[in-house]
């Protein structure tokens, strides 16, 4: 688990830096980097999860952040989606960017809830096995 985190990241990371740098320069905005303020966190947690004594701890600090990005990317992009459809003018670009970092940061929970899950199950397989 701890090499999809670094992934996830890693791809948060440089989503980040794609909207804010890949926009013309009257058009950047702060609010592009939301996925690498995301994204760095998940990273960092995913190598720091790399050594067995850290990896409950660290995984569990990179799945918090994956829900919050999740979170914030579904409520965000809905809001968009549905200013959209009531005719506003929003940036396609934008909405885009909202909806990767939202289905990015659900796959990553869906991922570590079934790995936290099969985990649970090992352990107590080995506890069963030795008594």
């Known amino acids: 688990m701890p090499q999809t985190a670094v992934i996830i990241g890693i791809l948060l990371v440089l989503q980040g830096l794609y909207g804010y ?5 009257d058009d ?9 303020f995301f994204g760095a966190p998940i990273l960092l947690s995913g190598l720091a999860a790399f050594k067995e ?3 409950m701890h660290a995984m ?9 990005g ?9 809001m968009l989606a549905i200013k959209m459809s009531n005719g506003a003018d929003v940036n396609s670009r934008a909405l885009t960017m909202v909806f990767v970092l939202a289905i990015l940061c659900t796959v990553f929970v869906v991922l570590c809830v079934r ?5 649970r199950k090992r352990q107590r397989a080995e506890k069963e096995v030795t008594t």
């Open 53 to 55: 004594s850290f990896r």
């Open 115 to 119: 790995s936290f899950i099969a985990a």
């Open 21 to 25: 740098l890949g926009a013309e320069l």
């Open 70 to 78: 999740a979170i914030a990317g579904w409520g965000r992009g809905i």
């Open 60 to 68: 569990h600090v990179a799945v918090l952040f994956g829900l919050l």
């Open 28 to 36: 950047r905005s702060p609010t592009a980097l939301i996925p690498l």
